[in-house]
């Protein structure tokens, strides 16, 4: 599904399928260097099981055109814009590290139709950077691609849920066939992003805050703590897998995401 917004066209994947008015639509937001794809498990089952859904490329990333975002405020409002030209009679946001910062933003500002939920993955808040892997987005991007890789799995051989799938591999590739540009602008957007109290305080919407044991990119301490002080959140951590959830442990987060939507599915 291709979007026009302000002179520029942007990419939702909907399965093939046009949004209806008279259902729930799921909305999915991807994490720094990434792109639509690393949602296929889940967006796919939600598509065939009665849902809308839109997962997007970020401006500039993939197939979205636009200028690359440098701000996690600015996304979120893109993100809005969007979302009111899919159409839907409710929707439920979902977000991967990054795109859980975009998806918090945009649901604490959220207009109707209703938000019926949101989903946070691999969140922690702050999304710190480390001076390090930011220096090196900037100024030698493989670089930057091979650590997030690294940081970014419980383990780098075996353990794939699929055959002949390699998570790694799959993710570095991915982020080397970014935009020039788009990791460093990512990345300084976790980096700077000061609105998540705020944002968290101001959510009264069902959360799920699902997140890997062994994430070291975005530590689920965090989400917890956040998760604890949140009077309507579910908090959920999945066994033997690190910030790469979505690849690591695709049926796990499919299940939780179908458990917790389908409980907060609009009437």
């Known amino acids: 599904m291709r979007i026009k917004l ?30 639509h794809s690393v949602w296929s498990h889940q967006s796919r089952y939600f598509a065939y099981h009665g849902y809308n859904i839109a997962a ?10 636009g200028e690359l975002l440098d701000d996690i405020a600015a996304m979120a409002g893109w993100l809005r814009e969007i979302i009111a030209r899919i159409g839907g009679r409710a929707f439920h946001l979902v977000g991967h590290s990054m795109g859980a910062l975009v998806a918090l933003q945009a649901a604490a500002d959220f207009a109707p139709p209703p938000l019926q939920s949101l989903t946070l993955i ?12 930011l220096e090196a987005a900037r100024d030698d991007p493989p670089a930057a691609y091979a650590m997030m890789t690294q940081w970014s799995h419980a383990s780098k051989v075996g353990g ?20 020039p ?3 460093f602008a990512d990345l300084s ?27 070291r990119m975005a530590p689920a301490k965090s989400a917890k703590a956040h998760a604890d002080r949140h009077a309507n959140a579910d908090m959920v951590f999945l066994p033997d897998c690190g910030h790469s959830l979505l690849s690591e442990a695709p049926h796990g987060v499919l299940r939780e995401l179908t458990r917790f939507i389908e409980r907060n599915r609009s009437a």
């Not at 997007?56 to 055109?65: E, I, M, N, Y």
């Not at 944002?199 to 919407?205: H, K, M, S, T, Y």
């Open 181 to 183: 540009g788009a990791i």
């Open 122 to 133: 691999g969140f922690s808040y702050p999304m710190s950077v480390t001076p390090r892997l």
């Open 160 to 179: 794939e849920p699929v055959p002949g799938f390699w998570s790694p591999g799959m993710q570095f590739s991915m982020m080397r066939n970014s935009a």
């Open 6 to 35: 302000n002179d520029a066209d942007y990419y939702a994947y909907t399965a093939g399928h046009a949004p209806r008015r008279d259902r729930d639509t799921v909305v999915f937001v991807h994490g720094a260097g990434m792109e």
């Open 56 to 65: 997007l490329d970020l401006p500039g990333h993939r197939l979205s055109g």
């Open 189 to 215: 957007a976790c980096n700077a992003y000061a609105g998540g109290e705020q944002a968290l305080a101001r959510i009264d919407c069902p959360t799920l805050f699902l997140c890997g044991r062994l994430d």
